[in-house]
């Protein structure tokens, strides 16, 4: 018998490092996240200051981050690590995403020194939390619409808006916000360190959730929020600032989703072989035989292309439109196999007993966020055909 990673000899493909790094990963999150992952669920919530310092000392907080307190490790190794969390819950995995590739990167790439002194060391060890607010009520996968603006007064910026479905924001120390401000007659978005306390800003954190439960997701109110001439990242200007950090953590799901879809199979395999139907297990049916190749061949094609692209990163060469293919890919099968996990389950599938449903769930908002299926076909499709069939 073989696992999935096993039928199609990924291992070969790793360097001893990689392996290294992997294992470190899984080991730490069999032993301090696996365990409480189905009760982090149920009650909608995670630790995130306990378990930040811990991913931290591990180096996986902006890992691929270079100087700063940051691992600077490669993109592969990145991609590696979001998957072992992954395989655990989308939940922990976007915690690291969004303080490494999204609030870290792009203090990394548009901040000044003051700021990468200020803020990296500390994000890099998870002492502090760090968000990133770029979507609104009505704008999410057309962020240029943003309502949020920063105005000028003498110095100081002065911000009004709301931004939604913002992770880690009721926990953040610091948020990166995204805005709205006129240069020469031109609207151009730039974004703004915004520390937690300032006056006018607020973070509720939302509820009710069925998807991503063990994550904290908040919205944002800047009313009237005053900062400082030099809260706002130097190197930002225009919408392409914060597509390049979306760019950097949807390369994390690319390899990330697959952990979850490799959970599902491997608790549906183990549970085939046990389960028995008509006097015999429910794993010796064809069907049964025919739904698994079919999800393990979904597995290991997403799995190559993740490597790929990965190692396409690691040279320098990735483009954006391959980011999103893989993004597009691993999400859509993960989201399938997790689902075809779950009939083979039957009614044990729905319960937190076993992951599949948790991962299927969860893999609902990874569809959605860092750019929706759709929005990456239409990427795609005008790479493919050079026309915009996005407005
Ligand atoms: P909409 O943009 O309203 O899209 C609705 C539907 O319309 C989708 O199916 C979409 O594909 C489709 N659609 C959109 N445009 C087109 C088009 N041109 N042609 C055809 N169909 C189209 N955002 C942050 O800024 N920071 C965060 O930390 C963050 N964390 C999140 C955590 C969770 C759990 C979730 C669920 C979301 C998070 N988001 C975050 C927001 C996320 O990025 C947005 O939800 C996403 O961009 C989609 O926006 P929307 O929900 O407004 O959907």
Same mark, same amino acid.
């Given at each position: 018998?073989?696992?999935? /990673?096993?039928?199609?000899?990924? $291992?070969?493909?790793?360097?001893? /490092?990689?392996?290294?790094?992997?294992?470190?990963?899984?080991?730490?999150?069999?032993?301090?996240?696996?365990?409480?992952?189905?009760?982090?669920?149920?009650?909608?919530?995670?630790?995130?200051?306990?378990?930040?310092?811990?991913? =931290?000392?591990?180096?996986?907080?902006? !890992?691929?981050?270079?100087?700063?307190?940051?691992?600077?490790?490669?993109?592969? !190794?990145?991609?590696?690590?979001?998957?072992?969390?992954?395989?655990?819950?989308? =939940?922990?995995?976007?915690?690291?995403?969004?303080?490494?590739?999204?609030?870290?990167?792009?203090?990394?790439?548009?901040?000044?020194? *003051?700021? @990468? &002194?200020?803020?990296?060391? *500390?994000?890099?060890?998870?002492?502090?939390?760090?968000?990133?607010?770029?979507?609104?009520? $009505?704008?999410?996968?057309?962020? %240029?619409?943003?309502?949020?603006?920063?105005?000028?007064?003498?110095?100081?910026?002065?911000?009004?808006?709301?931004? !939604?479905? +913002?992770?880690? =924001?009721?926990?953040?120390?610091?948020?990166?916000?995204?805005?709205?401000?006129?240069? *020469?007659?031109?609207?151009?978005?730039?974004?703004?360190?915004?520390?937690?306390?300032?006056?006018?800003?607020?973070?509720?954190?939302?509820?009710? @959730?069925?998807?991503?439960?063990?994550?904290?997701?908040?919205?944002?109110?800047?009313?009237?929020?005053?900062?400082?001439?030099?809260?706002?990242?130097?190197?930002?200007? %225009?919408?392409?600032?914060?597509?390049?950090?979306?760019?950097?953590?949807?390369? %994390?799901?690319?390899?990330?989703?697959? %952990?979850?879809?490799?959970?599902?199979?491997?608790?549906?395999?183990?549970?085939?072989?046990?389960?028995?139907?008509?006097?015999?297990?429910?794993?010796?049916? &064809?069907?049964?035989?025919?739904?698994?190749?079919? !999800?393990?061949?979904?597995?290991?094609?997403?799995?190559?292309? #993740?490597?790929?692209?990965?190692?396409?990163? $690691?040279?320098?060469?990735?483009?954006?439109?391959?980011?999103? #293919?893989?993004?597009?890919?691993?999400?859509?099968?993960? +989201?399938?196999?997790?689902?075809?996990?779950?009939?083979?389950?039957?009614?044990?599938?729905?319960?937190?007993?076993?992951?599949?449903?948790?991962?299927?769930?969860?893999?609902?908002?990874?569809?959605?966020?860092?750019?929706? #299926? /759709?929005?990456? &076909?239409?990427?795609? =499709? @005008?790479?493919?055909?050079?026309?915009?069939?996005?407005?």
């Amino acid at each position: 018998m073989v696992t999935v /990673e096993e039928l199609f000899a990924i $291992d070969t493909l790793l360097s001893d /490092e990689e392996r290294e790094i992997r294992a470190a990963v899984a080991s730490f999150a069999a032993q301090r996240l696996r365990p409480h992952i189905a009760e982090w669920f149920e009650a909608g919530t995670v630790p995130v200051r306990e378990l930040a310092p811990e991913l =931290g000392r591990l180096g996986l907080l902006g !890992m691929h981050l270079e100087g700063y307190g940051c691992a600077g490790l490669s993109a592969t !190794m990145y991609g590696l690590a979001c998957q072992e969390l992954e395989a655990v819950d989308s =939940g922990v995995r976007s915690l690291v995403s969004v303080q490494g590739s999204l609030a870290m990167t792009a203090i990394h790439k548009f901040g000044s020194e *003051e700021h @990468k &002194q200020r803020w990296l060391p *500390e994000l890099a060890a998870g002492t502090a939390i760090g968000c990133f607010g770029l979507t609104e009520p $009505d704008f999410g996968s057309n962020p %240029g619409g943003m309502r949020t603006r920063a105005k000028r007064d003498g110095a100081d910026w002065v911000l009004n808006g709301s931004k !939604m479905w +913002i992770t880690n =924001g009721s926990v953040a120390d610091i948020a990166v916000i995204w805005a709205q401000t006129e240069h *020469e007659g031109r609207q151009v978005v730039r974004g703004f360190l915004v520390p937690a306390g300032t006056p006018g800003f607020t973070a509720r954190e939302m509820h009710h @959730k069925l998807s991503l439960r063990a994550s904290l997701t908040a919205e944002l109110d800047l009313d009237d929020v005053r900062l400082p001439a030099d809260a706002v990242l130097p190197e930002s200007r %225009g919408l392409g600032a914060p597509l390049a950090c979306l760019s950097e953590a949807r390369f %994390g799901i690319v390899f990330g989703a697959l %952990g979850a879809a490799r959970d599902c199979l491997a608790a549906t395999i183990d549970y085939a072989r046990t389960r028995e139907v008509f006097d015999k297990p429910l794993a010796a049916y &064809q069907l049964t035989q025919a739904k698994l190749a079919d !999800m393990a061949l979904e597995f290991g094609k997403g799995q190559l292309l #993740a490597l790929h692209l990965g190692r396409l990163k $690691d040279q320098g060469r990735v483009t954006s439109e391959q980011v999103s #293919a893989g993004k597009l890919n691993s999400t859509r099968e993960a +989201i399938a196999i997790a689902r075809q996990c779950r009939t083979i389950l039957g009614a044990n599938g729905i319960t937190l007993d076993y992951p599949v449903l948790r991962h299927a769930n969860n893999l609902e908002s990874v569809l959605t966020y860092e750019g929706t #299926a /759709e929005v990456h &076909q239409l990427v795609l =499709g @005008k790479a493919l055909t050079d026309a915009n069939a996005f407005r």
